[in-house]
T-cell receptor, first 108, second 113 residues
Framework: TQLLEQSPQFLSIQEGENLTVYCNSSSVFSSLQWYRQEPGEGPVLLVTVVTGGEVKKLKRLTFQFGDARKDSSLHITAAQPGDTGLYLCAGGGNQFYFGTGTSLTVIP | NAGVTQTPKFQVLKTGQSMTLQCAQDMNHEYMSWYRQDPGMGLRLIHYSVGAGITDQGEVPNGYNVSRSTTEDFPLRLLSAAPSQTSVYFC????????????FGPGTRLTVL
Protein backbone atom coordinates (compact mmCIF):
# COMPACT_ATOMS: atom_id res chain seq x y z
CA THR A 1 0.00 0.00 0.00
CA GLN A 2 1.42 3.36 -1.08
CA LEU A 3 0.95 6.05 1.55
CA LEU A 4 1.58 8.87 -0.90
CA GLU A 5 0.10 8.93 -4.39
CA GLN A 6 1.44 11.31 -7.00
CA SER A 7 -0.28 12.43 -10.16
CA PRO A 8 0.22 12.47 -12.98
CA GLN A 9 2.70 9.62 -13.24
CA PHE A 10 4.09 10.93 -16.54
CA LEU A 11 3.96 14.44 -17.98
CA SER A 12 5.38 15.70 -21.27
CA ILE A 13 5.03 19.39 -22.06
CA GLN A 14 6.47 22.07 -24.31
CA GLU A 15 9.00 24.59 -23.03
CA GLY A 16 7.24 27.65 -21.62
CA GLU A 17 4.10 25.84 -20.44
CA ASN A 18 2.94 25.73 -16.83
CA LEU A 19 2.26 22.52 -14.93
CA THR A 20 1.13 21.23 -11.55
CA VAL A 21 2.07 17.97 -9.88
CA TYR A 22 0.04 16.59 -6.98
CA CYS A 23 0.94 14.50 -3.96
CA ASN A 24 -1.97 13.05 -1.97
CA SER A 25 -2.31 10.93 1.12
CA SER A 26 -4.90 9.84 3.65
CA SER A 27 -2.26 10.24 6.38
CA VAL A 28 -1.15 13.37 8.19
CA PHE A 29 2.55 14.18 8.06
CA SER A 30 4.60 16.46 10.25
CA SER A 31 6.47 17.64 7.18
CA LEU A 32 6.49 17.10 3.47
CA GLN A 33 9.47 17.29 1.18
CA TRP A 34 9.86 17.52 -2.58
CA TYR A 35 12.85 16.02 -4.36
CA ARG A 36 14.05 15.99 -7.95
CA GLN A 37 15.97 13.03 -9.29
CA GLU A 38 17.92 12.85 -12.54
CA PRO A 39 18.79 9.55 -14.27
CA GLY A 40 21.61 7.66 -12.58
CA GLU A 41 21.65 9.90 -9.52
CA GLY A 42 20.08 10.05 -6.10
CA PRO A 43 17.19 12.42 -5.29
CA VAL A 44 18.06 15.99 -4.35
CA LEU A 45 15.93 17.96 -1.93
CA LEU A 46 14.07 20.97 -3.37
CA VAL A 47 11.99 22.12 -0.40
CA THR A 48 10.50 21.16 2.97
CA VAL A 49 7.08 22.39 4.08
CA VAL A 50 5.92 21.93 7.66
CA THR A 51 2.87 24.13 8.31
CA GLY A 52 -0.62 23.42 6.96
CA GLY A 53 -1.38 25.89 4.18
CA GLU A 54 2.27 26.86 3.81
CA VAL A 55 3.43 28.12 0.42
CA LYS A 56 7.08 28.24 -0.57
CA LYS A 57 8.60 29.57 -3.77
CA LEU A 58 11.87 28.54 -5.33
CA LYS A 59 12.38 30.66 -8.46
CA ARG A 60 9.77 29.29 -10.92
CA LEU A 61 8.66 26.49 -8.57
CA THR A 62 5.82 27.01 -6.08
CA PHE A 63 5.15 24.42 -3.39
CA GLN A 64 2.02 24.26 -1.25
CA PHE A 65 1.20 22.11 1.76
CA GLY A 66 -2.47 21.32 2.25
CA ASP A 67 -4.31 22.79 5.23
CA ALA A 68 -4.76 19.33 6.75
CA ARG A 69 -1.10 18.40 6.04
CA LYS A 70 -2.18 15.40 3.98
CA ASP A 71 -1.42 16.66 0.49
CA SER A 72 0.86 18.96 -1.43
CA SER A 73 1.30 20.42 -4.88
CA LEU A 74 4.22 21.59 -6.97
CA HIS A 75 3.58 24.19 -9.64
CA ILE A 76 6.19 25.06 -12.26
CA THR A 77 5.82 28.26 -14.24
CA ALA A 78 7.28 28.55 -17.75
CA ALA A 79 8.90 25.11 -17.70
CA GLN A 80 12.38 24.75 -19.15
CA PRO A 81 14.22 21.66 -20.46
CA GLY A 82 16.39 21.79 -17.34
CA ASP A 83 13.29 21.01 -15.27
CA THR A 84 13.16 17.53 -16.81
CA GLY A 85 13.42 14.82 -14.18
CA LEU A 86 11.58 12.65 -11.69
CA TYR A 87 9.79 14.62 -8.98
CA LEU A 88 9.20 12.83 -5.70
CA CYS A 89 7.29 13.89 -2.64
CA ALA A 90 8.08 12.43 0.76
CA GLY A 91 6.07 12.59 3.98
CA GLY A 92 8.21 12.88 7.07
CA GLY A 93 8.16 12.10 10.71
CA ASN A 94 10.44 9.53 12.24
CA GLN A 95 10.69 7.90 8.83
CA PHE A 96 10.14 9.21 5.34
CA TYR A 97 7.53 7.70 3.02
CA PHE A 98 8.01 8.50 -0.63
CA GLY A 99 5.40 8.98 -3.29
CA THR A 100 5.29 7.09 -6.55
CA GLY A 101 6.92 9.93 -8.49
CA THR A 102 6.06 12.11 -11.49
CA SER A 103 8.33 11.85 -14.51
CA LEU A 104 8.46 15.25 -16.23
CA THR A 105 9.82 15.83 -19.72
CA VAL A 106 10.07 19.38 -21.03
CA ILE A 107 10.47 19.49 -24.78
CA PRO A 108 12.50 22.39 -26.22
CA ASN B 1 33.13 16.64 2.14
CA ALA B 2 32.39 13.63 -0.05
CA GLY B 3 28.81 13.51 1.28
CA VAL B 4 27.23 10.07 1.00
CA THR B 5 29.19 7.45 -0.90
CA GLN B 6 28.02 4.02 -2.02
CA THR B 7 29.87 1.05 -3.44
CA PRO B 8 29.62 -0.75 -5.74
CA LYS B 9 27.79 1.25 -8.40
CA PHE B 10 26.70 -1.87 -10.29
CA GLN B 11 26.46 -5.51 -9.20
CA VAL B 12 25.16 -8.72 -10.74
CA LEU B 13 24.43 -11.67 -8.46
CA LYS B 14 23.12 -15.16 -8.93
CA THR B 15 20.13 -16.33 -6.90
CA GLY B 16 21.25 -17.45 -3.47
CA GLN B 17 24.46 -15.45 -3.34
CA SER B 18 25.10 -12.99 -0.54
CA MET B 19 26.68 -9.57 -0.65
CA THR B 20 27.08 -6.32 1.23
CA LEU B 21 26.28 -2.89 -0.16
CA GLN B 22 28.49 -0.28 1.43
CA CYS B 23 27.38 3.20 2.50
CA ALA B 24 29.45 5.88 4.21
CA GLN B 25 28.88 9.53 5.08
CA ASP B 26 31.33 12.15 6.33
CA MET B 27 28.81 14.73 7.59
CA ASN B 28 28.55 13.31 11.13
CA HIS B 29 24.85 12.63 10.59
CA GLU B 30 23.01 10.56 13.14
CA TYR B 31 20.24 9.29 10.87
CA MET B 32 20.95 6.92 7.98
CA SER B 33 18.56 4.97 5.79
CA TRP B 34 18.45 2.43 3.00
CA TYR B 35 15.85 2.62 0.25
CA ARG B 36 15.11 0.60 -2.82
CA GLN B 37 13.66 2.19 -5.94
CA ASP B 38 11.58 0.23 -8.40
CA PRO B 39 9.70 1.53 -11.46
CA GLY B 40 6.33 3.01 -10.52
CA MET B 41 6.95 2.45 -6.81
CA GLY B 42 8.95 5.47 -5.73
CA LEU B 43 11.48 4.81 -2.96
CA ARG B 44 10.64 2.33 -0.23
CA LEU B 45 12.42 2.29 3.10
CA ILE B 46 14.24 -0.94 3.91
CA HIS B 47 16.01 -0.22 7.21
CA TYR B 48 17.07 2.89 9.05
CA SER B 49 19.29 3.89 11.95
CA VAL B 50 18.97 6.80 14.37
CA GLY B 51 22.50 6.46 15.67
CA ALA B 52 25.42 4.08 16.14
CA GLY B 53 24.23 0.78 17.56
CA ILE B 54 20.54 1.46 16.81
CA THR B 55 18.69 0.12 13.77
CA ASP B 56 15.05 -0.44 12.92
CA GLN B 57 12.94 -1.89 10.12
CA GLY B 58 11.25 0.13 7.42
CA GLU B 59 8.52 -0.84 4.98
CA VAL B 60 10.30 -3.69 3.18
CA PRO B 61 12.95 -5.23 5.49
CA ASN B 62 12.64 -8.91 4.58
CA GLY B 63 15.78 -10.41 3.06
CA TYR B 64 18.03 -7.59 4.28
CA ASN B 65 20.16 -7.03 7.36
CA VAL B 66 21.88 -3.89 8.58
CA SER B 67 24.24 -2.87 11.33
CA ARG B 68 25.55 0.49 12.54
CA SER B 69 28.81 0.04 14.40
CA THR B 70 30.02 3.59 13.63
CA THR B 71 28.33 6.91 12.86
CA GLU B 72 29.92 6.95 9.41
CA ASP B 73 29.05 3.51 8.02
CA PHE B 74 25.75 1.75 7.40
CA PRO B 75 26.17 -1.43 5.32
CA LEU B 76 23.23 -3.34 3.87
CA ARG B 77 23.53 -7.12 3.64
CA LEU B 78 21.62 -9.37 1.31
CA LEU B 79 21.69 -12.80 2.92
CA SER B 80 20.46 -14.92 0.00
CA ALA B 81 19.73 -12.86 -3.09
CA ALA B 82 16.47 -13.36 -4.96
CA PRO B 83 15.35 -11.97 -8.35
CA SER B 84 12.75 -9.86 -6.49
CA GLN B 85 15.66 -7.91 -4.99
CA THR B 86 16.70 -6.61 -8.39
CA SER B 87 16.47 -2.87 -7.88
CA VAL B 88 18.37 0.36 -7.42
CA TYR B 89 19.44 0.86 -3.83
CA PHE B 90 19.98 4.28 -2.28
CA CYS B 91 21.55 5.16 1.01
CA UNK B 92 20.68 8.47 2.65
CA UNK B 93 21.74 10.39 5.71
CA UNK B 94 20.26 13.29 7.64
CA UNK B 95 21.25 15.26 10.70
CA UNK B 96 17.89 14.69 12.37
CA UNK B 97 14.39 13.50 11.70
CA UNK B 98 11.37 15.17 10.16
CA UNK B 99 12.29 18.45 8.53
CA UNK B 100 16.00 17.94 7.98
CA UNK B 101 17.46 17.45 4.53
CA UNK B 102 18.14 13.88 3.47
CA UNK B 103 21.32 13.55 1.43
CA PHE B 104 21.33 10.63 -0.96
CA GLY B 105 24.19 8.61 -2.34
CA PRO B 106 24.51 7.90 -6.08
CA GLY B 107 22.89 4.48 -5.80
CA THR B 108 23.80 0.85 -6.46
CA ARG B 109 22.11 -0.90 -9.36
CA LEU B 110 21.70 -4.56 -8.42
CA THR B 111 20.59 -7.34 -10.75
CA VAL B 112 19.84 -10.81 -9.40
CA LEU B 113 19.71 -13.54 -12.03
Amino acid sequence: TQLLEQSPQFLSIQEGENLTVYCNSSSVFSSLQWYRQEPGEGPVLLVTVVTGGEVKKLKRLTFQFGDARKDSSLHITAAQPGDTGLYLCAGGGNQFYFGTGTSLTVIP
Amino acid sequence: NAGVTQTPKFQVLKTGQSMTLQCAQDMNHEYMSWYRQDPGMGLRLIHYSVGAGITDQGEVPNGYNVSRSTTEDFPLRLLSAAPSQTSVYFCASTAGEGTDTQYFGPGTRLTVL
